[in-house]
């Protein structure tokens, strides 16, 4: 198993621009989520899923729209990237909600927006 | 709103050292506590999950405690190599299912272990 993959592993935009982040997993998980880390403010959801055709907004969800077209796939898209979004992108999965799943991350994308 | 914080921030020890990290969090309703690891550039590894109904989880070297009632839990490491230099993240879910299931965060110790 590769596990949780996500590209790319760093992209630079210029403001008003608009990116799609690649995130799949290939152990059948159903629910999935984003997440950004920045300094000092631990990491934060962004939006989540709890299946294929099934996404809800997180806790920072302004600027980002997801879709779930798919269990193995769950692409973060930025509509009109501004310098606050420039963060590390996280994505993980998990089994499931039970609170006794383990959640995967991915390695993560770097994103500079300038 | 549950917040988390991990004292100290940073740490550096001794190889051979056995150690503690501290993570409290605000809100004793809990479902469960992880610990990760986050090395640098990299995501996070999952290193032990404590269901809220356990005390403690353990896995090789590393032990974990849990308690709810006061809003705690310990990562105990026991003799610490280099190998362990890293960021040490603990996350608690709040409850099953929906929002409810995301992982709220502390902001990590950052751990090196010297030679």
């Known amino acids: 198993n590769a596990g949780v993959t996500q590209t790319p592993k760093f992209q630079v935009l210029k403001t008003g621009q608009s990116m799609t982040l690649q995130c799949a997993q290939d152990m059948n998980h159903e629910y999935m989520s984003w997440y950004r880390q920045d300094p000092g403010m631990g990491l934060r959801l962004i939006h989540y899923?709890?299946?294929?055709?099934?996404?809800d907004q997180g806790e920072v969800p302004n600027g980002y729209n997801v879709s779930r077209s798919t269990t193995e796939d769950f692409p973060l898209r930025l509509l009109s990237a501004a310098p606050s979004q420039t963060s590390v992108y996280f994505c993980a999965s998990s089994r499931g909600t039970s609170g006794r799943e383990t959640q995967y991350f991915g390695p993560g994308t770097r994103l500079l927006v300038l | 709103k549950q917040e988390v914080t991990q004292i100290p921030a940073a740490l550096s020890v001794p190889e051979g050292e056995n150690l503690v990290l501290n993570c409290s969090f605000t809100d004793s309703a809990i479902y469960n506590l992880q610990w990760f690891r986050q090395d640098p550039g990299k995501g996070l590894t999952s290193l032990l999950l404590?269901?809220?109904?356990?005390r403690e989880q353990t896995s090789g070297r590393l032990n974990a405690s849990l308690d709810k009632s006061s809003g705690r839990s310990t990562l105990y490491i026991a003799a610490s190599q280099p190998g362990d230099s890293a960021t040490y993240l603990c996350a608690v879910q709040r409850a099953w299912g929906g929002t409810a299931s995301k992982l709220t965060f502390g902001t990590g110790t950052r751990l090196q272990v010297t030679l």
């Open positions: 404590i269901q809220s109904s356990q």
């Open positions: 899923s709890v299946g294929a055709g099934i996404t």
